[in-house]
């Protein structure tokens, strides 16, 4: 009988037209959740935390070195991080800070910040499921929008580049 109920979820779940990709944050609308994360060192850029993610608007992507497709998004952040309208911080989870390092150096670092977040704590509290995800923020410290997974040109053309607008506009 258990079968047939979640039988019959699932399919009016397909039957729905959602997005099934696409996985929700309850986040959206709210604070950030409390960030003070030590920065990588030998990165030469500050650790994270909340006051950094105050007066402009800010992309902070979900990272690590032994992440596949975060290698696979990274030129795009390094094309990203040549539009001075936004920063983007990093929050370097679960990682080696030598393979961190060895990362940024063989790709390039687009991060103002980055936070160390050894032990994963501050990723469950931003409702990070897996790496990469990245989160815009606007210049109130309000979680306005998250992608999942890595950043193909077409995401970043025709989700990420109009959430961006929308937040710079906001004033």
Known sequence: MAFLVLSGLFLAQLMSGRDTSTIPSALIGQAAPPTDLPPLEGAGVPGLNNAGLKGEVTLVNVWAS????CRQEHPLLMQLAGD?????????????????????????SPYDAIGVDAKGRTAINWGVYGVPETFLVGRDGTILW????????????DELMP???????AG
């Open 84 to 108: 001075d309208r936004f920063r983007i911080v990093g929050l370097n989870y679960k990682d080696d800070p030598a393979n961190a390092r060895r990362f940024l150096g063989e790709l390039g």
């Open 66 to 69: 032994w992440c596949a497709p």
């Open 163 to 169: 959430q961006i607008e929308k937040a710079l506009a």
């Open 146 to 157: 998250k992608h999942v997974g890595p950043f193909t040109p077409e995401s970043v053309r």
